[in-house]
């Protein structure tokens, strides 16, 4: 799947948690990408921001870091 086509899909994510404000917002982008995008789109948006994430939404943006950082931690004992 494209770049554009995976920024075009988590910025309607976005668009429909935005108006529950960012505190509820990027939990909810995060969480819904976690439980329903394939382990290659998740691979491809975090390649995408690693390269500067052009075209996220803020809220998307914060969500996808906060992903790829729980994602990337090591399991607790």
Same mark, same amino acid.
């Given at each position: 799947?494209?770049? %554009?086509?995976?920024?075009?899909? $988590?910025?309607?994510?976005?668009?429909?948690? =935005?108006?529950? *404000?960012?505190?509820?917002? &990027?939990?909810?982008?995060?969480?819904?990408?976690?439980?329903?995008? %394939?382990?290659?789109?998740?691979? $491809?948006?975090?390649?995408?921001?690693?390269? =500067?994430?052009? *075209?996220?939404?803020?809220? &998307?943006?914060?969500?996808?870091?906060?992903?790829?950082?729980?994602?990337?931690?090591?399991?607790?004992?």
């Amino acid at each position: 799947m494209s770049p %554009d086509r995976l920024i075009y899909m $988590a910025n309607q994510i976005g668009k429909f948690f =935005g108006s529950q *404000g960012p505190d509820k917002a &990027v939990p909810g982008i995060a969480e819904h990408i976690k439980k329903f995008w %394939d382990p290659r789109m998740k691979r $491809a948006i975090f390649a995408h921001l690693d390269a =500067g994430g052009a *075209g996220l939404e803020p809220d &998307v943006r914060e969500a996808i870091t906060a992903l790829k950082k729980a994602m990337t931690l090591p399991a607790a004992p």
